[in-house]
């Protein structure tokens, strides 16, 4: 009797291996839009950003059930930005939950890491400041 060939040894791994490639697939999206009525600017990667939140959203079915809110437009709005950066980030901890909760529970329930980076808009003084700081100042500029 001969051994088994090496790729029927290895038929078994390959076939373990596709299918939890197979589970950890999800066909979700994060739909990025500013909420509707505000006017939102796109930050670029380099500029500075006063407000940070990471949240993670909750998905049913591999992706085709949103189970909450926080899509981008929910965050921007209640944080009240008016320039904003998206990142949507694929991290360990999501794919240890991912893999946890699909044996678990085979809803396939997927997490997505979401970081939010933004501005909110310059506040406007309030009535009687600028005078104030005016009545401190001298004619000749120098402060009293």
């Excluded at 959203?57 to 965050?75: C, H, N, R, V």
């Excluded at 240890?96 to 406007?124: C, K, S």
């Amino acid at each position: 009797m001969t051994a088994p060939s090496t790729s029927r040894r290895l038929r078994p791994v390959l076939i373990a291996g596709l299918s939890l490639s197979l589970l950890m697939t999800g066909c979700f999206s994060i739909r990025t839009y500013a909420p509707y009525g505000d006017s939102v600017r796109i930050l670029a990667p380099d500029e500075p950003a006063e407000v940070r939140r990471v949240y993670r959203t909750w998905f049913m079915l591999g992706g085709l059930i949103t189970l909450d809110d926080t899509m981008p437009a929910e965050i921007i709005a209640r944080e009240k930005l008016t320039e904003v950066r998206v990142i949507v980030l694929d991290t360990v901890q999501d794919a240890g939950v991912a893999i946890i909760t699909t044996i678990l529970l085979p809803l396939f329930i997927l997490p997505q890491t979401i970081v939010i980076e933004g501005n909110r808009a310059p506040h406007p003084p309030v009535a009687g400041e600028h005078d104030a700081a005016e009545s401190q100042t001298p004619a000749s500029g120098h402060p009293r």
